[in-house]
């Protein structure tokens, strides 16, 4: 199997098995070429880069104690998922399921964004090979949009934004959907796993685009199964990197006399690693130092791949600051559902707990997943006339969960201790 990235392509030839290469610089270089892209590349590099530097100035000023300690917000970011090749008349059943492959798919990159994958506690064995390097937490919250969807879209308030039979059919983007982070899945031939603007713009309707193979985790659905090794949604991780900035860790993938990603806490690597290599078996450029294998930027299978640096967090943020305002801020549950409407307790529990709503909610759907996205409980509650809703995760393993809930009033998702 042939993987080739040209620039903004992450490509997989699916079709034949086991190695990946990179065409970057070919691509990097049609770009350049072309005076529109080029210029809308350079715009877009150059309001980064001022965010990039202040975010640098206030990491030194508060290491020396000269800054006010910062107070971390959750950056929420609205998502839309498009299945253009599903038909709209298709029936509930397979809507159903393509909707609950893309919350599984969203939880899989609210935890890989934020640190809080299962898989991240290897890190802890790993973390001796690669000394100065830490886990990048990013603090975002990925959330599938819910309100004041697009005008002739057919969706409703409450109803989540993925779509079936739409304009992405003709091509990548959308103005339709500008604003929202887009992810389109659809046959994208033997050739291709997915692709991503590097970097991206909300506000131009730009997607990343993901084959039927490798969106989401668990079963799948009819046409949409995620194929081992690309089954955990990691090529998804990997291709919104893109979008928020992020280079290849092995740069331009021509050796080490060349280019890397630019960032000091990922060891410069000349090429690519695939596979599932063991903690610090490949090395890197300068002597003594390992290639930073298991980082989401490289192309080692789904299964092998589990952190970001912290400087490629800060690389990320800086972006995100650079574009969050072309995000729709009005396509999202209002905080007050989370904080006025209901509430869960005992918070630690044993994998039994209760949902206690402060105002009857007569239809409302609960959803348990772990930090691998596996739904592990999920039930619709029509005609509720109750307050108080009992829930039991059958046989819980110890660790964190997350609920989804939701009604016609929004979506919201809330963290669980098992205990």
């Known amino acids: 199997m042939k993987l080739k990235l040209f620039f903004t392509l992450f490509v997989v030839q699916i079709a034949f098995a086991q190695q990946r290469t990179c065409g970057m610089q070919e691509k990097m270089q049609l770009i350049m070429a072309d005076p529109i892209q080029k210029q809308h590349y350079l715009e877009r590099q150059a309001k980064f880069k001022i965010e990039y530097e202040k975010l640098l100035a206030l990491q030194v000023a508060n290491k020396a104690g000269n800054s006010e300690k910062n107070v971390t917000v959750t950056t929420r970011i609205p998502v839309a998922v498009h299945f253009p090749s599903v038909s709209n008349s ?6 159903t399921c393509l909707r609950g492959l893309a919350q599984t798919q969203v939880n899989v990159i609210n935890a890989d964004y934020n640190a809080s994958n299962a ?22 919250q990925f959330i599938l949009a819910t309100q004041n969807h697009p005008a002739g879209t057919g969706l409703t308030n409450g109803t989540v934004a993925v779509t079936f039979g739409t304009d992405f059919l003709l091509g990548d983007n959308d ?28 506000s131009g309707g730009e997607t990343v685009v ?88 490289d192309y080692v299978d789904d299964p092998c791949m589990y952190m970001f640096s912290a400087g490629q967090k800060t ?9 969050y305002s072309q995000f729709l801020t009005n396509v999202l549950t209002n905080d007050s559902f989370v904080k006025n409407n209901f509430s869960i307790f005992p918070n630690p529990n044993k994998g039994s707990f209760n949902i206690q709503f402060t105002d009857v909610i007569n239809h409302f759907s609960v959803e348990i997943f772990d930090l691998m996205g596996r739904v592990v409980y999920e039930n619709n509650f029509n005609e509720s006339s ?34």
Not at 133 to 140: F, I, K, P, R
Not at 261 to 266: E, Q, R
Not at 315 to 323: E, F, G, L, R, W
């Open 90 to 95: 298709s029936s509930a059943a397979i809507k």
């Open 119 to 140: 898989d991240i506690s290897n890190w802890a064995a790993a973390s001796a090979f690669y000394p100065g390097v830490s886990v990048g937490n990013l603090d975002v």
């Open 175 to 202: 103005a339709t959907w500008s604003g929202y982070m887009n992810f389109v899945i659809k046959d994208i031939g033997s050739n291709l796993l997915g692709y991503s603007p590097y970097p991206g713009s909300p």
């Open 210 to 297: 993901m084959n039927t193979i490798c969106f989401g985790s668990g079963a799948g659905c009819t046409g949409y199964v995620p194929t081992s090794p690309y089954n955990l949604g990691r090529t998804v991780t990997h291709e919104l990197g893109h979008f928020f900035n992020l280079d290849h860790t092995f740069g331009n993938d021509n050796g080490c006399g060349t280019d890397d990603d630019g960032i000091s806490d990922t060891p410069k690597v000349g090429y690519a690693s695939y596979g599932c290599p063991g903690n610090g078996s490949v090395n890197g450029c300068v002597s003594g130092q390992k290639a930073l294998t298991m980082n989401y930027m």
């Open 315 to 323: 690389v990320m943020q800086a972006y995100i600051n650079s574009i």
């Open 386 to 419: 109750s307050l108080v809703h009992t829930i039991n995760i059958e046989n819980p393993n110890r660790g964190v969960y997350f609920a989804n809930i939701k009604s016609g009033d929004g979506i919201v998702t809330k963290k669980i201790i098992v205990e």
